[in-house]
């Protein structure tokens, strides 16, 4: 069991529909640290610089568009292998297809909406923290 750091941004529909609460009440009820916190809105260049491996797909364009469109909020959690429990309760990245009980089971409907980002390896988790939190 490593401990490990990881990386989430509540998307702008999730904090539009007043779910920081609950969605940062299920990492918290699950043993998970809040380490860091913020609200702060994304610049199109950090949202396109963030999804840089995406930019071909035809999906992008709106992607950014849904990322820009809010104040998001920004956490660092900490726990026992905290990169793949966050991602088990964050769920499929399809809300259409995640299960029930995850987060984008329980409150999301349709791509590109899906309430959240989480890192999906130690060297993104490390690397979105610095780019959103610095050193
Ligand atoms: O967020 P996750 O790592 O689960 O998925 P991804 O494949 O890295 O895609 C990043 C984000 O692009 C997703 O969270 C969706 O918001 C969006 N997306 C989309 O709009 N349509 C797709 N077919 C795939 C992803
Ligand atoms: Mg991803």
Do not use: W
Not at 22 to 48: D, H, M, N, P
Not at 69 to 76: D, H, I, K, Q, R
Not at 112 to 130: F, K, V, W
Request: proline share 6%; net charge neutral.
């Amino acid at each position: 069991m490593a401990v490990e750091q990881t990386f989430v941004i509540i998307k702008p529909e999730a904090v539009e529909r007043r779910l920081t609460g609950e969605i940062l009440t299920r990492f918290e009820r699950k043993g998970l640290k809040i380490q860091r916190l913020a609200v702060t809105e994304i610049s199109k260049e950090v949202a396109k610089k963030h999804y840089a491996h995406h930019g071909d797909k035809p999906f992008f364009p709106h992607l950014i568009e849904a990322m820009t469109s809010g104040p998001v909020v920004l956490a660092v959690l900490e726990g026992d292998e905290a990169i793949s429990q966050v991602r088990n309760l964050v769920g499929a990245t399809d809300p259409a297809k995640a299960a029930p009980g995850t987060i984008r089971g329980d409150f999301a409907l349709r791509l590109p909406y899906n309430m959240i980002h989480a890192a999906d390896s130690p060297d993104a988790a490390q690397e979105e923290i610095q780019r959103f939190f610095g050193n």
